[in-house]
Each structure stands twice: as structure tokens, then as C-alpha cells.
């Protein structure tokens, strides 16, 4: 990865595994600082020593996006140990799965609580700083297919993941006059922790997998790149976008 990023500062929320570890690696091997914030202790110690490995600095903070002070506090850490964030990856996101009629309040809340409230909390203090200290920055967000395609016994996390393409559009054109620009990142199948079982279930094999134009599964490093252009000046007039990497599964 050439070194486009030194001097740059990125956090990637849910960077300590999945495609939030690919776009942190990528971003410190183009010469970033990064903070990865993630709510499992032993997963976070791992990212630091694999990420420190490119002899950028690199900070690891416990975090729960869902808690609006956690968020206020990790953000005031970062800031304490790295000086400023050019870039933030609001990543951090879980799954689930029930019959809608069946999907209780509990379960409804459950996932929106870190994947729409988490977005929301994650991205207001980032763009709160990036205006405060003037000069601009990068805002994005990991949405989804889900949120442009039908997805059965989801319809929790398919809502959370259109809203952030919707709260994405509304802060590309609200900050674009402080130079901050905001993008969303639809992911199509791709292999992480999260889906492993999914994927190892037949009917994935059978059925998904053939509709993939470039037949593989995606990769967390798949996102390596796309995190180096959005942390770049490159994508200085990029904003208010939803970028699909899903190895052309939803255009087939």
C-alpha cells in the first residue's frame, strides 16, 4: 500500500476484527496513526500488536458505541493520545435474525442500539471536532445490502443500515462548507467473524454463492483500499456516496 496517509489520524469503531481490522491495517500500512475502538479486550490487544506491526502509532480503546458517554469518553482518549482525527470509520455493527412477527421490542432495540444510536453517537463527535479544529475531514459509515435489498427475519438491521446511508446524505451536505466530507460503505457477503456460520450453511453454498460475478466470498482486506481513498485527500470532492463493494452480487 503506498504511503498516501502519513500525518494522517484515523479511529475505526469495530477495527479490532472484520472488515473495521482490513480498512485499520490498510490505512497504518499507507503511514496513518490509527485508534481502534472495540468492546473485546483480548481482540483489541491482538489488532494493536498486528496493526503496530507497520511502525505507525496505534492506540486500542475499549468502547461500547451503544453508551453516548463511553463514546464522549473514548473520543476524549483518542484525542489525548494521538492529537486530532482526520478520519472516522463508524464501523462497529452487530447482526440478528427473527421472524418479524415474532421479533420482540428487546431484539428491535437490541441492534439499533449499536448500529443506528452507535453511528449516530460516533459521528457527532467526530464532525463536533473536525468543526471545532477547522481544516475538514473524512465521515463513514459501514452500512449494508441490506439496506437496498430485501433481507428475510432482518428487517432490524436492514433498517439501522438504510438510516445511515440517509444520515450519511444529511451530514455530506450540512459540514460540506467546513470541508468534511461523508460516505457510505455497502458491503456485500463477505467473510468475517460474524458470518462464519452463515456461510458454512449449504444453502449460502448452493444458492448465494453462484450469483457472485467474481466467485469468492469478500474479504476483510477488500476494504483496505477503499479506506485509503476516503482517508486521502484523493476523495477531497467525494461525498454524500454509497460505494457497494460486493464483488457485483447486487447488479447480477
Same mark, same amino acid.
Given at each position: 500500500?503506498?504511503?498516501? @496517509?502519513? !500525518? ?15 480498512? #485499520? ?27 503496530? #506491526?507497520? !511502525? ?19 473520543? =476524549? ?12 470509520? =463508524?464501523?462497529?455493527?452487530? *447482526? ?40 475538514? *475531514? ?6 449494508? @445490502? #441490506? ?14 443500515? !438504510? ?20 460516505? #457510505? ?32 466470498? *469478500? ?6 483500499? @477503499? ?12 461525498? *454524500? ?5 460486493? !464483488? ?5
Amino acid at each position: 500500500m503506498p504511503r498516501k @496517509l502519513d !500525518g494522517k489520524i484515523a479511529v475505526i469503531t469495530g477495527g479490532n476484527s472484520g472488515i473495521g481490522l482490513g480498512m #485499520a491495517d490498510a490505512l497504518a500500512q499507507a503511514g496513518a496513526d490509527v485508534c481502534v475502538w472495540g468492546s473485546n479486550a483480548d481482540k483489541n490487544a491482538s489488532a494493536r500488536a498486528t496493526l503496530s #506491526a507497520h !511502525g505507525t502509532r496505534v492506540v486500542a480503546l475499549a468502547c461500547d458505541v451503544g453508551d453516548e458517554a463511553a463514546v464522549e469518553r473514548a473520543f =476524549a482518549a483518542t484525542l489525548a493520545e494521538l492529537g486530532r482525527v482526520d478520519a472516522c470509520f =463508524a464501523n462497529a455493527g452487530i *447482526g440478528g435474525a427473527a421472524p418479524f412477527v415474532d421479533m420482540t421490542a428487546d431484539e428491535w432495540h437490541r441492534v439499533l442500539r449499536i448500529n443506528l444510536d452507535g453511528v449516530f453517537f460516533t459521528l457527532r463527535a467526530a464532525a463536533r471536532h473536525m468543526v471545532e479544529r477547522g481544516g475538514g *475531514g473524512s465521515l463513514a459509515v459501514t452500512s449494508s @445490502l #441490506a439496506a437496498i435489498e430485501g433481507q428475510a427475519r432482518g428487517q432490524h438491521y436492514a433498517a439501522t443500515k !438504510g438510516a445511515v446511508i440517509s444520515m450519511i446524505r444529511a451530514l455530506a451536505v450540512e459540514h460540506a462548507r467546513y470541508g468534511i466530507r461523508a460516505n #457510505a460503505i455497502l458491503p456485500g457477503w463477505i467473510e468475517t467473524p460474524m458470518t462464519d456460520r452463515l456461510f458454512a450453511w449449504e444453502p449460502m453454498q448452493k444458492k448465494v454463492f453462484p450469483r457472485i460475478p467474481i466467485r469468492r466470498w *469478500g474479504e476483510a482486506r477488500d476494504f483496505g483500499g @477503499l479506506a485509503v481513498y476516503l482517508a486521502s485527500d484523493a476523495s477531497s470532492y467525494h461525498t *454524500g456516496d454509497t460505494l457497494v463493494v460486493d !464483488g457485483g452480487y447486487s447488479i447480477f
